[in-house]
């Protein structure tokens, strides 16, 4: 047996939509929305600079079914650059590239193997001792445990099996193709190719159990260097496996403490250092696309509240402050909290407490919850799937959830917030 290494990678997504670009122009959007693309073409350079022997792909290569034939061709062009280098590929579909999914085919370049559907297939490269084991997934939601079915290992060569699975809804991920860690283990296989889970985890050394991770992070529950995993093994052992970035666009959560805040400059210049400090030392030289999350007790919290638009730009303002291709801005939240309590407020004699008081008598009418269910309820019900099972406005989500009561407290927050005195104006 030869001494090689290999690249695992997963959960590609290419040309998959990245969130929060609606509307948003310019040329750190435009990267954004090709940042899959540009991750895999450094996934394809990494592999041609290491020198691997193959390349195993788990699953979800792509996001879905194709818009145009150009999401195909781009694939194939990348796998002819490895083609020319004599490094094979081995790919796996998942459930977001079943066989199903995909309508559009394309001849794919003879150096890409890729796993049959139909049951377990077993490809060898013979000349370094190489086993590999997997099935692709036929549709979308595959409940089976195909595992079950993988073949034992070929003895006196390096098994590998690839496998695209939730095993047991690892990371709160839709548990397809159910498994568990000990069957894996207890297959025989040297390694374990895995995907569909987007964060990269070693579950276990000896023999290896590896999700690499997706490629490029898509939104903000994404957040870290993503990208793949290298493995080197000699005389039949892995004895070394690092994890290589291939990201161009890294997502991150920034929190700004606006406690003692009396103006929004104020808040404003504190974006600014914690986008500076983070794009020193979270983005490595990538674009850096954040959510600021604002936080603490201040005199400004009404007006950061009602002043969204003035907040949002003057904190892109602040990104764009930095330089070309350094950061920019997804989403500003707000989670501040008035100087004066909101229990105060509603203890009021005045308009104030009183319409404190409507609104907390709100929670309990019942025409009137009635009525928000028929008005509001209805239209939630219309929403896209992804936008009712993905919402992270807090109001959205207490509406989808049709928990009306909540709902009218967040209203309340910022009501009070907003006329109250002490708002910061």
């Known amino acids: 047996m030869s001494d090689f290494r290999f690249l695992h990678a997963a959960d590609i997504h290419l040309d998959s939509p990245l969130r929060g670009l609606s509307g948003q122009e310019g040329e750190s959007a435009m990267r954004i929305r090709g940042a899959t693309r540009e991750a895999l073409e450094n996934l394809v350079s990494r592999a041609i600079d290491e020198e691997v022997s193959f390349v195993i792909i788990s699953g979800d290569l792509y996001d879905g079914d ?24 081995f790919l796996l579909y998942g459930n977001h590239d079943a ?9 794919l370049p003879s150096n890409v193997r890729t796993f049959s559907s139909k049951k377990p297939e077993t490809f060898t490269l013979p000349e370094i001792g190489v086993v590999l084991h997997g099935q692709s ?39 397809y193709a159910p498994c568990t860690l000990d069957e894996l283990i207890k297959k025989g296989y040297d390694y374990w190719a895995l995907g569909h889970v987007h964060q990269t985890t070693v579950l276990h050394e000896w023999p290896h159990v590896v ?40 997502w991150a959560r920034l929190s700004v403490d606006a406690e003692g805040c009396h103006r929004m400059t104020e808040v404003v210049d504190r974006i600014g250092a914690a986008l500076e400090e983070a794009v020193t030392t979270r983005a490595d030289g990538r674009l850096l696309a954040c959510r600021i999350e604002i936080a603490g007790r201040t005199g400004v919290h009404g007006q950061l509240l009602s002043s969204e638009e003035s ?30 309590d909101e229990t105060l407020l509603h203890d009021r004699e005045d308009a104030l407490g009183e319409f404190s008081h409507l609104l907390e008598q709100a929670k309990d009418d019942k025409d009137l919850l009635d009525q ?16 009712r099972t993905d919402a992270e406005d807090p109001t959205l989500e207490s509406a989808i959830k049709g928990d009306y009561g909540t709902m009218i407290d967040q209203v309340k927050s910022f009501l009070m917030a907003r006329l109250s005195p002490a708002n910061g104006e």
């Open 372 to 387: 928000l269910e028929g008005d509001i309820g209805g239209l939630v019900r219309k929403l896209p799937h992804e936008i």
């Open 99 to 107: 066989e199903s999914q995909i309508t559009r085919r394309l001849l």
């Open 66 to 89: 194709w818009k145009d034939y150009r999401t195909g061709l781009f694939f194939v062009k990348q796998m002819g650059r490895l083609s020319e280098t004599g490094i094979s590929v």
């Open 137 to 175: 997934f036929r549709q979308r939601d595959v409940t089976d445990n195909l595992a079950t079915n993988y073949p034992p290992p070929v003895p006196g060569n390096f098994n590998i099996g690839v496998l695209h699975t939730g095993l047991g809804g690892m990371g709160g991920h839709v548990n």
């Open 311 to 340: 907040l949002v730009s003057n904190t892109r303002a602040a990104a764009l402050g930095l330089g070309s291709d350094r950061a920019w801005i997804e989403k500003v939240e707000v989670s501040t909290r008035p100087l004066v």
């Open 211 to 250: 999700f690499p991770g997706n490629i490029q992070g898509r939104h903000i529950r994404e957040t870290g260097p993503k990208g793949v995993c290298l493995v080197t093994v000699k005389d039949g052992e892995i004895r070394e496996m690092t994890t290589i970035p291939v990201d161009v666009v890294r």
